[in-house]
């Protein structure tokens, strides 16, 4: 049997002649012009990045390698006892773009087992932070930690063949993948459990790993695998894998870039969003003394955020102009996991979809008035226990993990260029509309 990474080699050198070609005898091919509001707005639609990892369509939503998410979830070989696959044989699919055999997520598992080590110094710099430090800067800090072990940047210093370069970044991104999931629980534990980490059991596969170093049971790896795979990947232009991507083009190793990008999905209006959902909820919870509310109180509430003019969490998208699939899938969780169906706060975030949709249409702004995978996702954790908001960023951390880390190797294989668009300036923009 070949290795992950002799197959990964394999579709590498398949590949390469592909992009070689379209830059070479179609390089001046137009895919899109660039507008005003384009160049103002978030560059929103401009396609300039490339990536065979996921695509997002606006009406369908993502796919994995050409997989819709219940597709994934059906192809992948599942954890025995489980009802979710093994994260491991998911980033064989992220890298490879085929599904793996048994065997061949065994070899994952092993691999990273073998590389699952955390240095103590990445706990030594945790313990040093003050302990009301975010979670997420956390969570940063300790991937930049471990910087000074980057293969790439050793074997770059050495001097190493551009051709060779996603083979270092290979090895990085295993050892990033590896080590995530116990320095994530490790925060977990520290901040919020009164410092009581629980160490890796090495029987354990990635999802099963990371609930246990939580500290919490069945189904919660279950949730966790499902939770990293959903989180995994959204195309390349969304902050936290357009930052990583961006990074990692100046050569700047996987810790660098993935701690990047890390600190863009910080943001509220990306991976925070989730935290932000479950805040939000929970204040309007407590200001009903924890009653369900009715849909007209809902109502109200929607409007006075909107009114004081803040955004709806968890709802509308950049890309996205129907309810994202990865909010189906977990609200699909919630329905057929018995106590959760029927746990008041799903009951408040299935009246918050039933209600924001027409309040954020009628406010008339948002392009999208469905919600996105973060209006769904703290409702599971809370009701496994991990009521900690402010941690859901990391969480969905581990699973991007999985996704620009995927990118950021092939970028390296296929020798794309270092990041580096034009801007103007507005007296150009007013040149070009003719009012100057
Ligand atoms: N609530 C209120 N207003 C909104 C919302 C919302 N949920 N979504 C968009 N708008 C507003 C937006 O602020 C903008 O207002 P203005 O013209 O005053 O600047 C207007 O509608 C047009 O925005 P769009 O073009 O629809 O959205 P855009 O592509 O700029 O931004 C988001 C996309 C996701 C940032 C935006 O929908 C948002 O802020 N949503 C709430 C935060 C959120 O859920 N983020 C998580 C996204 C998923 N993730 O995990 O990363
Ligand atoms: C993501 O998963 O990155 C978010 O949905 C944001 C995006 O795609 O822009």
């Given at each position: 049997m070949?290795?992950?990474?002799?197959?990964?080699?394999?579709?590498?050198?398949?590949?390469?002649?592909?992009?070689?070609?379209?830059?070479?005898?179609?390089?001046?091919?137009?895919?899109?012009?660039?507008?005003?509001?384009?160049?103002?707005?978030?560059?929103?639609?401009?396609?300039?990045?490339?990536?065979?990892?996921?695509?997002?369509?606006?009406?369908?939503?993502?796919?994995?390698?050409?997989?819709?998410?219940?597709?994934?979830?059906?192809?992948?070989?599942?954890?025995?006892?489980?009802?979710?696959?093994?994260?491991?044989?998911?980033?064989?699919?992220?890298?490879?773009?085929?599904?793996?055999?048994?065997a061949?997520?065994?070899?994952?598992v092993?691999?990273?087992?073998?590389?699952?080590?955390v240095?103590?110094?990445?706990?030594?710099?945790?313990?040093?932070?003050?302990?009301?430090?975010?979670?997420?800067?956390?969570?940063?800090?300790?991937?930049?930690?471990?910087?000074?072990?980057?293969?790439?940047?050793?074997?770059?210093?050495?001097?190493?063949?551009k051709?060779?370069?996603?083979?270092?970044?290979?090895?990085?991104c295993?050892?990033?993948?590896?080590?995530?999931?116990?320095?994530?629980?490790?925060?977990?534990?520290?901040?919020?459990?009164?410092d009581?980490?629980?160490?890796?059991?090495?029987?354990?596969?990635?999802?099963?790993?990371?609930?246990?170093?939580?500290g919490?049971?069945?189904?919660?790896?279950?949730?966790?695998?499902?939770?990293?795979?959903?989180?995994?990947?959204?195309?390349?232009?969304?902050?936290?894998?357009?930052?990583?991507?961006?990074?990692?083009?100046?050569?700047s190793?996987?810790?660098?870039?993935?701690?990047?990008?890390?600190?863009?999905?910080?943001?509220?209006?990306?991976?925070?969003?989730?935290?932000?959902v479950?805040?939000?909820?929970?204040?309007?919870?407590?200001?009903?003394?924890?009653?369900?509310?009715?849909?007209?109180?809902?109502?109200?509430?929607?409007?006075?955020?909107?009114?004081?003019?803040?955004?709806?969490?968890?709802?509308?998208?950049?890309?996205?102009?129907?309810?994202?699939?990865?909010?189906?899938a977990q609200?699909?969780?919630?329905?057929?996991?018995?106590?959760?169906?029927?746990?008041?706060?799903?009951?408040?975030?299935?009246?918050?979809?039933?209600v924001?949709?027409?309040?954020l249409?009628?406010?008339?702004?948002?392009?999208?008035?469905?919600?996105?995978?973060?209006?769904?996702?703290?409702?599971?954790?809370?009701?496994?226990g991990?009521?900690?908001?402010?941690?859901?960023?990391?969480?969905?951390?581990v699973g991007?993990?999985?996704?620009?880390?995927?990118?950021?190797?092939?970028?390296?294989?296929?020798?794309?260029?270092?990041?580096?668009?034009?801007?103007?300036?507005?007296?150009?923009?007013e040149?070009?509309?003719?009012?100057?």
């Amino acid at each position: 049997m070949a290795t992950l990474k002799e197959t990964l080699l394999k579709k590498i050198q398949e590949h390469r002649p592909r992009t070689t070609r379209l830059v070479k005898e179609f390089g001046d091919v137009k895919i899109g012009e660039v507008t005003i509001a384009q160049a103002i707005g978030g560059a929103r639609g401009v396609k300039c990045l490339v990536t065979d990892i996921s695509y997002l369509d606006p009406m369908e939503g993502i796919r994995f390698r050409g997989m819709t998410i219940p597709e994934t979830f059906e192809a992948l070989p599942k954890v025995p006892g489980s009802e979710y696959p093994y994260v491991e044989g998911f980033w064989y699919l992220l890298l490879t773009g085929d599904v793996p055999t048994d065997a061949q997520v065994q070899e994952v598992v092993e691999d990273w087992k073998a590389r699952a080590q955390v240095p103590e110094y990445v706990f030594d710099v945790l313990r040093t932070m003050p302990r009301d430090t975010h979670p997420m800067t956390m969570f940063s800090a300790a991937i930049l930690a471990m910087q000074r072990e980057s293969v790439f940047a050793k074997k770059y210093a050495e001097g190493i063949s551009k051709m060779d370069y996603w083979d270092p970044m290979y090895e990085d991104c295993s050892t990033l993948m590896a080590r995530l999931p116990q320095i994530a629980a490790y925060i977990y534990r520290m901040k919020y459990k009164g410092d009581t980490p629980i160490a890796p059991d090495p029987d354990l596969d990635m999802g099963g790993n990371f609930a246990h170093m939580m500290g919490i049971d069945k189904p919660y790896d279950d949730v966790a695998r499902m939770y990293f795979i959903l989180h995994s990947d959204h195309e390349s232009g969304n902050v936290s894998a357009h930052t990583t991507h961006l990074v990692a083009s100046a050569l700047s190793d996987a810790y660098y870039s993935l701690s990047a990008g890390i600190n863009g999905l910080a943001g509220p209006l990306h991976g925070l969003a989730n935290q932000e959902v479950l805040r939000w909820t929970q204040d309007f919870m407590k200001k009903l003394g924890g009653e369900v509310p009715t849909k007209e109180g809902l109502e109200k509430a929607l409007w006075d955020t909107l009114n004081s003019g803040q955004v709806i969490p968890g709802y509308g998208h950049a890309v996205l102009r129907k309810t994202d699939p990865r909010y189906t899938a977990q609200r699909e969780f919630c329905l057929k996991t018995p106590g959760l169906k029927d746990y008041p706060l799903f009951q408040l975030v299935s009246m918050i979809f039933e209600v924001a949709p027409d309040v954020l249409q009628q406010h008339g702004k948002a392009k999208n008035p469905w919600p996105n995978v973060d209006a769904q996702s703290g409702v599971i954790q809370w009701y496994y226990g991990v009521t900690e908001y402010d941690f859901y960023t990391v969480l969905f951390g581990v699973g991007r993990a999985l996704g620009v880390l995927a990118n950021i190797t092939w970028d390296r294989a296929l020798g794309y260029a270092i990041e580096r668009p034009k801007s103007v300036t507005t007296d150009m923009l007013e040149e070009a509309a003719g009012i100057k």
